[in-house]
């Protein structure tokens, strides 16, 4: 079975793991690739559904490593590959001076990028009205594993221990969307001031599109190096009903804010996380991915996974022949957009290991 194959039969399928201790710990809850455990399949380090549903159920399994760290892979029996799973980071183990360990700060996602929610609310999230279905922001939180607020200087010190310890290359500031009308622009730029100042890392931002550009100038002047302004889904119907709260923010804007930061960051350095398999087609996500690459937007696809305590729990995910459907396209669109993912500075687009895409433009460029 091919790289991409696998990884996409993983990715939307899941995996049963006879020791669930292989690794680092596997996340639950929270923002971002939640109720995964990253693995690494033919050298290439990805996040794999183990919590959620399909996975409980998936026709992979994924044996106990061996003496050097390599697992088999069998599907009903039968093998289909090998695996390996990155070591639990060093920087786990320490803690800041008032007690908070460092985990609870930022998590290692794929095997060398350090991400955190900075504001881990959103003022969508309470409201069964306003709240993304597909989100699960608040239960790391609710669970004890993570805080509110990550200061700046909290950011700063756990970012500098990783690059010490761990070897991390870049890092992903994400946040729950603040009142105001800089939609979280305002925290990314003083948490990436903060961080520069302490370790010199490349950093990406992600947040809503803010009212007023200028805030994309300002984070830059921070040292956010790319910037991430995710749409999640991209049609109309799907957007109000999967994500009521956000799709009040108009497709119009998404894309007069992308100018606007691709203008400041540059061409390759402004993306978009949009999730395969939430109601939009195979056809609605290329078209609109092709917009996307003309202005110069990363349109990083990954298949939706369902996340257990949310609303679409049990949403089915995507099948793996649909995420070929796009990412095999959209590899060839980017490639010839000059956009590939191991040209972004920092960030999901970079790190790729939600996606299979990072290893269909490889087999572009063979």
Known sequence: MSAEVLINELQTRGIRLVDPRAGHESRRGGAGPTDHKALTVDGVTVMVPVHTAPAFE????????????????????????????????????????????YSQLATLHGRDV????????????????????????????????????????????????????????????????????????????????????AVDIPIQAQCEPPEDDVWHQRMKDAGVDALGM????????????????????????????????????????????????LGDTAEAILETCEKLVAIGVYPFVVPFVPVSGTPLESHPAPGADFMDSILRPLSKMVVAGNMRAEDIKAGCGRCGACSALSVYEKLQVK
């Open 230 to 277: 995710h749409l999640e889904v991209v049609t109309p119907q799907v957007r109000q009903h999967i994500m009521p709260g956000k799709a009040q923010v108009p497709m119009e804007k998404y894309f007069s804010s992308f100018e606007a930061a691709v203008r400041v960051f540059g061409r390759g350095q402004v993306s978009t996380y949009i999730l395969a398999g």
């Open 58 to 101: 998936s026709p992979y399994l994924a044996e106990a490593p061996d003496a050097s760290g390599v697992s088999t892979v069998l599907k009903d029996g039968g093998k289909v590959g090998t695996i390996s799973f990155p070591g639990r980071p060093k920087f786990y183990d320490l803690e800041t001076a008032d007690g908070i360990p």
């Open 114 to 197: 350090l991400a955190t929610t900075v504001l881990q609310t959103c003022i969508r999230y309470q409201s069964r009205t306003k709240t993304c279905k597909f989100c699960a922001i608040g239960q790391s939180l609710a669970a004890g594993r993570t805080i509110a607020h990550k200061t700046p200087e909290q950011l700063a010190e756990v970012a500098e221990a990783a690059v010490r310890l761990d070897g991390v290359k870049h890092m992903v500031l994400t946040t729950g969307t603040p009142k105001g009308p800089d939609r979280g622009a305002a925290v990314m730029a003083e948490s990436a001031r903060a961080i520069k100042a």
